[in-house]
Antibody
Framework: EVQLVETGGGLIQPGGSLRLSCAPS????????MSWVRQAPGKGLEWVSM???????YYLDSVRGRFTISRDIPTNTLSLQMNNLRAEDTATYYC???????????WGPGTLVTVSS | DIVMTQSPDSLALSLGERATINCKSS??????????VAWYQQKPRQPPKLLIH???TRESGVPARFSGSGSGTDFTLTISNLQAEDVAIYYC?????????FGQGTKLEMK
């Protein structure tokens, strides 16, 4: 059975940094497209970033230059390094995975990031 | 960037009725004989659940009363014989290129 679990959320002051991690079981992060999708409280879903099988990365315009998506093959972990956080980054962040070229079949339960002073 | 627009924003129906949710993309999401569109169901305090991918392929384990249709820029999610457990917010999503994007969501309630 495929499972994803996100960790690393919490309360952080504006301008601060946080690193989210996602540890999938049942598949390898190198064999599929993986993304981070966020949802602000009471709002809809917003795609944030994606890493392709070949390691190419893509970002939402509003996070480019502040967020970095990466993967660690030995630990089979997906990460999102978030720097210079803003109040508008407050959201539940989901790790999501595709199956082949079809997205998103797999979702974690999410981790809440709150940016506030 | 491709924008996904859903309609309606909300709808209230009775048990056994049919729900129809529409989604329009700002440009075609069709390529290589496939439409790069998915539909999700999200209940409170839960992650989204994939219902339909490739616009019309039902995910394993999803009841047959859920169906997807459409091609190019216009897509529909149909829920037949509405059940109480179908109360949720439904999102369309394109994965044609980056940035991926989601519709704003349609809230389905019971009358």
């Amino acid at each position: 059975e495929v499972q994803l679990v996100e960790t690393g959320g919490g309360l952080i002051q504006p301008g601060g940094s946080l690193r989210l991690s996602c540890a999938p079981s049942g598949f390898s992060v190198i064999n599929t497209y993986m993304s981070w999708v966020r949802q602000a409280p009471g709002k809809g879903l917003e795609w944030v970033s994606m890493i392709y099988r070949d390691g190419t990365t893509y970002y939402l315009d509003s996070v480019r230059g502040r967020f970095t998506i990466s993967r660690d093959i030995p630990t089979n972990t997906l990460s999102l390094q978030m720097n210079n956080l803003r109040a508008e980054d407050t959201a539940t962040y989901y790790c999501a995975g595709c199956s082949g070229d079809s997205c998103y079949h797999y979702w974690g339960p999410g981790t809440l990031v709150t940016v506030s002073s | 960037d491709i924008v996904m627009t859903q309609s309606p924003d909300s709808l209230a129906l009775s048990l056994g009725e049919r729900a129809t949710i529409n989604c329009k993309s700002s440009q075609s999401v069709f390529s290589s004989n496939k439409n790069y569109v998915a539909w999700y169901q999200q209940k409170p305090r839960q992650p989204p659940k994939l219902l339909i991918h490739w616009a019309s392929t039902r995910e394993s384990g999803v009841p047959a009363r859920f169906s997807g249709s459409g091609s190019g820029t216009d897509f529909t999610l149909t829920i037949s014989n509405l059940q109480a457990e179908d109360v949720a917010i439904y999102y369309c999503h394109h994965y044609y290129n980056t940035p991926h994007s989601f519709g704003q969501g349609t809230k389905l309630e019971m009358k």
